[in-house]
């Protein structure tokens, strides 16, 4: 059992940064496969990025490849998404998710409550 909560979330002007942070509980956090996916308004929920737990592959959407980065501090059980030069349509509730990941297809198995990231344009 994995137990995910997720911070960080908010108000960010185009073109600015934010900070995601996703806080688990549970012994096998160092040997799960950690993803951020996202939803916004109207819309169904979208993958966003994934990180293998060793080596540290991540793999990303097109949408925001070169602008998010996802990261891993397992002595922390805490994955982040470092997100850059964010744009109207990154606005969107972000979820942190725990599961697997094969050939660059992450399934997830838990998900946190997800944040809210609003970026005004």
């Known amino acids: 059992q994995v137990q995910l909560v997720e911070s960080g979330g908010g108000l960010v002007q185009a073109g600015g940064s934010q900070r995601l942070s996703c806080a688990a509980s549970?012994?096998?956090?160092?040997?799960?496969?950690m993803g951020w996916f996202r939803q916004a308004p109207g819309k169904e929920r979208e993958f966003v990025a994934a990180?293998?737990?060793?080596?540290?592959?991540?793999y990303y959407a097109d949408s925001v490849k070169g602008r998010f980065t996802i990261s891993r501090d397992n002595a922390q059980k805490t994955v982040y998404l470092q997100m850059n030069s964010l744009k109207p349509e990154d606005t969107a509730v972000y979820y942190c998710?725990?599961?697997?990941?094969?050939?660059?297809?992450?399934?997830?198995?838990?998900w946190g409550q997800g944040t809210q990231v609003t970026v005004s344009s």
């Open positions: 998710a725990a599961g697997r990941l094969y050939s660059g297809t992450f399934q997830p198995d838990y």
């Open positions: 549970g012994r096998t956090f160092s040997s799960t496969a």
């Open positions: 990180l293998r737990y060793g080596p540290y592959s991540a």
